[in-house]
């Protein structure tokens, strides 16, 4: 069969042209390792494979060629509008529609609606299953834990069409892998929350790592664990063992509870140039954090800056994910310790998110029962700034004005000499231009304050007392669809929310 596989990076289809740089540069570096991991299957198993990411470049339709039997498209819930529209033209042309990634994973119920095949987990055994006798009008899922993906070898011509200039790499470049699946932390806000961490095979970790250092050396890699690090000594001592001489770029995620002092400096050695830890909140997830769970508040902020302030000296570029809106979070406590961290440790690039009810974790199901969830946002919404679900302790004007102070403090011109100061080359510059681009973010935030105080409909959406979907969202979600706005009724827009009963490893 001739098959497609596309991974859309871009929910846009019109991406405005000061975004195009980014896109073409850093945006299509996120190209991830299962569609790649599909299309080597695929491609084992005698069929012709068409392999595409879509990051903003042009029209997605265009990626892949039109004659088709069966395309496989994956895609986060942000751009989940983009691939409902991208199967319904798939389908005219008969050709069979198959999505998985995070969307497929945490809303396969509304996936449903417009795709012939919905993937929720995948190996090779399910592809194959799927390409011999397409399981046409179900929702499927392997059942196993992925142990093992193709090696980088494999890979590579996916990688090269993805991540690098035509055919060669950058100085962005990054060629992704994976040391492990699943987590072993149960955050509530995560959509791997009860996905058991599964190890993968330290030799074939090996055999990649020498592979990329002879055929792409400095090429950056990029760990896409959801958490690297949990077999920390076994994974760092493969690392150490493949010869480098200073050659070896990596960035990673992780939680700050295994970057322990003992460790940093191995990190340092080994090659790491990027890390971003989890704080998440000052009053919750201490245990990730490393702070120990009875440690909250300002107790937690000194552990933290002091934890970050030893990993500096090991690791030059530095990011803290945050998530600003729980439950635990009430009154100005949050906002000041957050303001002050951005004050104490000017090296680390904050990235302060909104809580986003994403399907099957259990921060959706118990704001679903609660009644806390906007049904009628479509998904397109469902990244910052924008807000899905109502917040326990904030009122949603409140929240915004409370959400601009933070960023305004990050984005002052005090506080951009500071970090300008505090590091230096590449990393400078992308502090610079990251700030730059989060004033854009403030000026959008103040709009939707100025939105809530002119708008009643929209303030009223928002308070949850109206379930109509507000004439301004439905303009945003006609701009970032373009000429593919007219696939998708308002009724498609509206999504369909179910409470999910997953097992671990479903």
């Avoid at 806390?372 to 910052?384: C, K, N």
């Avoid at 409909?457 to 669809?481: K, M, N, T, W």
Wanted: proline letters at 7%.
């Amino acid at each position: 069969m001739r098959v497609g596989v596309l991974e859309l990076l871009n929910a846009a289809v019109n991406t405005p042209w000061n975004q195009k740089g980014y896109a073409h540069l850093a945006l299509k570096q996120n190209a991830s390792v299962m569609p790649q991991a599909v299309s080597v299957w695929c491609q084992s198993l005698g069929h012709e494979v068409f392999y595409a990411t879509y990051y903003g470049q042009k029209d997605p339709k265009q990626l892949l060629p039109n004659d088709l039997d069966l395309v496989f498209i994956s895609s986060h819930t942000q751009a989940s509008p983009l691939a409902y529209a991208l199967a319904k033209l798939y389908r005219r042309e008969n050709t069979l529609t198959v999505i998985g990634g995070a969307h497929a994973k945490g809303f396969p119920d509304d996936c449903a609606r417009f795709f012939d095949v919905v993937v929720r987990h995948c190996d090779k055994r399910l592809i194959a299953d799927i390409l011999f006798e397409p399981p046409v009008g179900r929702i499927v899922t392997s059942g196993r834990m992925l142990t093992d993906v193709p090696s980088v070898e494999e890979r590579m011509p996916y990688i090269r069409a993805s991540s690098f200039w035509r055919g060669r790499p950058h100085a962005l470049a990054s060629i992704p892998l994976l040391t492990s699946t699943g987590c072993p932390y149960s955050c509530d806000f995560c959509v791997d929350w009860n996905t058991p961490y599964v190890p993968h095979s330290l030799e074939r970790l090996e055999s990649d790592l020498r592979f990329i250092l002879q055929e792409y050396p400095g090429v950056l890699v990029a760990f896409h664990d959801a958490n690297f690090g949990i077999k920390f000594d076994q994974v760092l001592e493969v690392l150490e063992s493949v010869s480098h001489d200073g050659r070896k770029r990596y960035v990673m995620e992780c939680s700050l509870s295994i970057l322990r002092p003992t460790r940093l400096q191995r990190l340092g050695d080994v090659g790491f140039v990027a890390i971003a830890p989890g704080v998440e909140s000052w009053k919750a997830y201490s245990n990730k954090a490393g702070a120990g769970s009875a440690v909250t508040g300002r107790e937690k902020l000194e552990r933290v800056v002091e934890h970050f302030e030893q990993i500096r000296d090991h690791v030059p570029a530095l990011q803290a994910n945050f998530i600003f809106g729980l439950d635990v979070d009430e009154g100005d406590e949050p906002v000041e310790l957050t303001k002050e961290f951005i004050t104490r440790a000017p090296f680390v690039w904050p990235l302060i998110s909104v809580p986003t009810p994403f399907g099957g974790t259990p921060l959706y199901e118990q704001h679903l029962d609660e009644g806390r969830v906007l049904t009628s946002m479509p998904f397109a919404f469902y990244w910052g700034p924008y807000l899905a679900t109502r917040l326990k302790h904030y009122s949603p004007m409140t929240y915004y004005e409370r959400y601009i102070e933070i960023l305004s403090h990050l984005t002052s011109g005090k506080m951009l000499r500071r970090r300008l100061e505090s590091t230096s080359g590449i990393v400078r510059l992308i502090h610079l231009t990251r700030a730059l681009g989060m004033r854009q973010m403030v000026a959008r935030l103040r709009g939707f304050v100025h939105q809530m105080k002119t708008d009643p409909q929209f303030r009223a959406f928002h308070e949850g007392e109206s379930q109509s979907l507000p004439e301004f969202y439905h303009r945003l979600y006609e701009d970032l669809l373009g000429p593919y706005a007219t696939l998708l009724s308002n009724e498609d827009r509206q999504p369909v929310h179910q409470r999910s009963s997953v097992l671990p490893g479903s």
